[in-house]
């Protein structure tokens, strides 16, 4: 017999409105996750949503025979901006594949590679920025100056235009991807009239900044045509090898919008590495170490990446900890049978088309998994300890066939950036009892620590 799926007490009609705060979705749910364990469910205007939040039952939820990506919720509302592209589009929509088979040898490990001076050199410039700040100015909040250095990487890269976006006014395609993944979030929560009464616009009108972004860059390629093989070349001109099919401008626009919103998940993750190491001195004295044998005084190079074992283990496990991407969408593969899915050898029942989430500040601090799973130990993410660990407790990149696309991107763009920086900036936290358990994360498609701020200056 089957026990209840924990579920808070709730309001008459209104279910769980007041147990998940509309503008801080994550942090409502990581506090659930931390109440009810493993599994919990609630209800907000009349749709019932399952949480798992254990590493067991995330190991079979993630079964790829049994279940799928959910593309619903937040998911379907930023459809209204990038349609049927790779993140957003319905298991059965052929657009997927197509795009799918087109883009990802552009981001494979070996195409990676390709970009590493541009992500390099992107960097050194913000360096030198930082380098160069006064004493007034010398107090930064970190997620701003990293969201920057992304965009500035991912447009260079991805689709060969400059933007020259490192200071001065923010790029608009930043606020625009923060509007509308913040509108996406926040819809399901409100009765469809509040949506198209009060807030149209503002989705309307960050929408429209972020296409114009990317219609920009389409145009910039046409007027300024180049040999560069890059992701946007391929958009423009690869046909899809298995239907002969191309992409349409469209479509091409919606992947362009979607690849930054993608990205800037990474610069909450370097912006919570440096915050786990600062609070972990000599964690961040042994990944000096590392870089300082490794890399030394040299120009960092490709070939310095696979040496630096510690530093892998220090993203990892910020990674972990921090749970940029703070969690995924699954459902139940449909089929004939619509009798209830059963988990945990039928510990638990679920309808047979029930919408799932699966909640990473749970899972990756799973007791059973990570003995002191609020320690920071990079050691835990290396060699064999790192790959004994069951695969669903490492799902910081999604799941299956939908995992992540720029996955190597981001492994990437995560070493350069943390290698680069331990080297060469020296960190201060503002405020030195800032404790992000206290102060909290926040963010929409991804989270990061709230108004965290440092000073930089140059390491001598
Ligand atoms: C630390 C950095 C990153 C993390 C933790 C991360 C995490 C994730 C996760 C969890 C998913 C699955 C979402 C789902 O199932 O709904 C995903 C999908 C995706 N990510 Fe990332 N991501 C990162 C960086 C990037 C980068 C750098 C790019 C682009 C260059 C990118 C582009 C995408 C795209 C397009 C998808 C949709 C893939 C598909 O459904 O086919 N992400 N990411």
């Known amino acids: 017999m089957a026990q209840p799926i924990p579920q808070p007490k709730g309001l008459p009609l209104l279910g769980n409105v007041l147990d998940v705060k509309p503008s801080n979705t994550w942090a409502s749910l990581k506090k659930l996750a931390e109440t009810y364990g493993e599994i919990f469910k609630i209800t907000v205007l009349g749709h019932t949503i399952v949480f798992v939040a254990g590493a067991n039952l995330a190991e079979e939820v993630t079964d790829e025979k049994r279940f799928r990506k959910y593309v619903g919720g937040p998911i379907d509302e930023i459809r209204y901006a990038v349609h049927d592209a790779l993140f957003t589009a319905y298991d059965h ?270 899972v990756n601090r799973d007791p059973t998994v990570f003995p002191d799973p609020m320690a920071f130990k990079p050691e835990r993410m290396m060699g064999p300890e790192f790959e004994k660990l069951p695969r669903a407790a490492t799902r910081w990149f999604g799941n299956g066939k939908r995992e992540c696309i720029g996955k190597h991107y981001a492994q990437l763009w995560n070493m350069i950036v943390l290698t680069m920086l331990l080297r060469e900036i020296e960190f201060e936290m503002v405020d030195e009892n800032y404790n992000i358990e206290q102060v909290g994360m926040d963010g929409w498609f991804n989270v990061r620590p709230i108004n965290f701020q440092v000073k930089v200056r140059p390491r001598v």
Not at 107 to 130: G, K, Y
Not at 188 to 212: Q, V
Request: one cysteine or more; hydrophobic letters at 35%; charged letters at 20%.
């Open 93 to 362: 929509e052929a657009s997927w594949g197509i795009a799918h088979r087109i883009i990802a040898p552009k981001l494979s490990p070996q195409a990676m590679s390709v970009h590493f001076d541009e992500m390099r050199d992107t960097t050194s410039e913000l360096i030198n920025l930082w380098k160069h700040l006064g004493d007034s100015s010398n107090k930064i909040t970190l997620i701003e100056q990293l969201n920057r250095l992304n965009l500035e990487a991912t447009t260079l890269t991805l689709y060969g235009k400059k933007l020259n976006g490192l200071e001065g006014q923010q790029h608009p395609m930043i606020q625009g991807m923060e509007t509308s993944t913040a509108e996406a979030v926040m819809r399901p929560t409100r009765p469809g009239i509040l949506n198209s009464l009060f807030y149209g616009r503002k989705f309307k009108r960050s929408t429209a900044t972020m296409r114009a972004y990317a219609q920009g860059m389409v145009d910039y390629r046409k007027q300024n045509p180049t040999k560069r093989q890059d992701l946007l070349s391929a958009m423009m001109e690869h046909k899809d090898p298995e239907t002969g099919k191309s992409l349409t401008e469209s479509q091409i626009i919606d992947e362009i919008v979607s690849m930054p919103i993608g990205s800037s998940t990474a610069p909450c993750l370097i912006t919570s590495a440096i915050y786990y190491l600062l609070k972990n001195p000599e964690v961040m004295a042994k990944a000096r170490e590392e870089i300082h044998h490794v890399v030394g005084k040299e120009t960092l190079t490709m070939g310095h990446i696979p040496q630096l074992s510690y530093v892998e283990g220090v993203v990892r496990e910020a990674l972990r900890l921090g749970h940029p991407a703070p969690g995924f969408n699954l459902e139940p593969v449909p089929s004939e049978d619509k009798s209830p899915v059963q988990l945990a050898g039928g510990k638990y029942e679920i309808p047979h088309n029930q919408p799932i989430i699966l909640v990473l500040a749970g």
